[in-house]
């Protein structure tokens, strides 16, 4: 190996490394605001899940697109999305914190659009939806930019969390079934659109 496929290699790891450290502090950030967010829910009796998730139908509840994702019902579902979100999107930063950004704003309006459509009558909070996105982004993403370690955490993610597909099955009480098949919907979108374009060779 020269000195110049060295360097490459040493750039490319460097490069990695400042991504990943990059990628596990905004994850941290978006945990701890949801954290204090449900401390000062809890402290006003739930009242924000009411104000701000997403009311099926309800014009009034569209603005719970943006905000639903932020908010649960206790703190016992915030324990549960908790680490499968701080993995999963963890996972889905390391290519980049603007591409995640765009992904996130994919997965949060298509993902919540499609969960107001078919959530007549309910209120819908929680940051599942944005589990089920990144999921979908992480294993897309391995099949449209053909990365070797986008395949590998791909398969990795796929290996791990498979077992979340169990949440897209309309019969669980209090679920919100909706909102997890079209966070995974929004996720295969996101990977799409954010794809990598291949460059046409030029004549």
């Given at each position: 190996m020269g000195p110049s496929r060295f360097d490459s290699v040493k750039r490319g790891a460097g490069s990695l490394l400042s991504g990943a450290l990059a990628a596990l502090l905004l994850m941290v950030v978006i945990l701890a605001a949801m954290w204090v967010i449900e401390i000062f829910d809890y402290m006003?009796?739930?009242?924000?899940?009411?104000?701000?998730?997403?009311?099926?139908?309800e014009p009034a509840g569209l603005p719970g697109i943006v905000f639903a994702p932020f908010l649960h019902h206790g703190f016992a579902h915030l324990m549960a999305n908790s680490l499968p979100l701080l993995i999963i999107g963890f996972v889905a930063a390391l290519r980049g914190i603007g591409k995640f950004l765009a992904a996130s704003a994919i997965i949060i309006v298509i993902g919540g659009l499609g969960t107001w459509l078919t959530s007549p009558g309910t209120i819908t909070v929680g940051a599942s939806g944005l589990v089920f996105g990144y999921f979908g982004y992480v294993l897309a993403r391995g099949l449209f930019?053909?990365?070797?370690?986008d395949i590998v955490l791909a398969i990795v993610i796929g290996v791990a969390y498979y077992?979340?597909?169990?949440?897209?099955?309309?019969?669980?009480?209090?679920?919100?079934?909706?909102?997890?098949?079209?966070?995974?919907?929004?996720?295969?979108?996101?990977?799409?659109?954010?794809?990598?374009?291949?460059?046409?060779p030029a004549y």
């Open positions: 006003l009796n739930g009242s924000l899940d009411a104000e701000f998730g997403i009311v099926g139908l930019d053909r990365r070797a370690l077992s979340i597909l169990w949440g897209l099955l309309p019969n669980q009480q209090g679920i919100s079934w909706q909102g997890h098949l079209f966070g995974l919907i929004a996720g295969v979108v996101a990977a799409w659109v954010l794809r990598r374009k291949a460059i046409s």
